[in-house]
């Protein structure tokens, strides 16, 4: 059955730099859409192949969204952390490329992000 875990949440300041990542367990790893979500809302999604990614205008800029279909591990950094970034962030899988969060089928436990002074 596959499974997504996310890892590298945890309190920030604001200003500060955070990378999450998501480990999916499975064989079909490298053949998913893969996205990052705060709460049900879109922060990033990256194609299977990590050629096309796309983001919220919030974070644009400001985040990136990488993966190593190798490790079978996608990544999220974020960068210049505000405290509207806090939330817990899900990674999720879809066989679609999409920004349509009813897409994706296979959710993450959820990561905590708190940026705080």
């Known amino acids: 059955q596959d499974r997504l875990v996310e890892s590298g949440g945890r309190l920030v300041h604001p200003g500060d730099s955070l990378r999450l990542a998501c480990t999916a367990s499975?064989?079909?790893?490298?053949?998913?859409?893969m996205g990052w979500f705060r709460h049900r809302e879109l922060v990033a999604i990256i194609s299977w192949d990590g050629?096309?990614?796309n983001y919220a205008d919030s974070v644009k800029g400001r985040f990136t969204i990488s993966r190593d279909n190798s490790k079978n591990t996608m990544y999220l950094q974020m960068n210049n952390l505000r405290p509207e970034d806090s939330g817990i962030y899900y990674c999720?899988?879809?066989?679609?490329?999409?920004?349509?969060?009813?897409?994706?089928?296979?959710w993450g436990q959820g990561t905590q992000v708190i940026v705080s002074s």
């Open positions: 999720a899988a879809s066989i679609h490329f999409t920004r349509a969060v009813n897409e994706y089928g296979t």
């Open positions: 499975g064989r079909t790893f490298n053949t998913w859409a």
């Open positions: 050629n096309n990614a």
